[in-house]
């Protein structure tokens, strides 16, 4: 048992002190359809869209990782990349969703007027 403490230890002050890097990575362009989101590097963007109600919203997803959009009535398929989901808002209101593969910490909302 203390060879065990002893290994822990030691691989514990190794990796504090390698020092961490962050890769910054873009986000996706900014869809030219004013009716469009992106999808890329987890995030969605724009992160909110406004439309007028009837309006129908295509996600791209530019991501070489799959995602899913999930909203809490429905959700989409599971998207590759190049693929699109689409939804129609009928109905004035705010529809949050998530990514329905990476869960919260991907999130973006619709907001019909």
Not at 35 to 46: E, S
Not at 61 to 77: A, L, R, V, Y
């Amino acid at each position: 048992m203390p060879l065990r403490l002893t290994r822990r230890a030691l691989l514990l002050s190794l990796l504090a002190a390698v020092p961490a890097y962050a890769i910054e990575v873009p986000p996706p362009p900014a869809p030219s359809d004013p009716n469009a989101v992106n999808i890329g590097w987890m995030v969605f963007v724009p992160a909110t869209l406004t439309v007028k109600a009837g309006t129908t919203v295509t996600w791209t997803n530019t991501d070489d990782s799959n995602h899913m959009i999930k909203f809490p009535d429905q959700k989409g398929p599971r998207m590759d990349k190049g693929q699109t989901y689409t939804r129609t808002f009928a109905t004035p209101g705010t529809y949050p969703y998530q990514c329905g593969i990476h869960g919260p910490r991907m999130t973006g909302t619709i907001v019909v007027q």
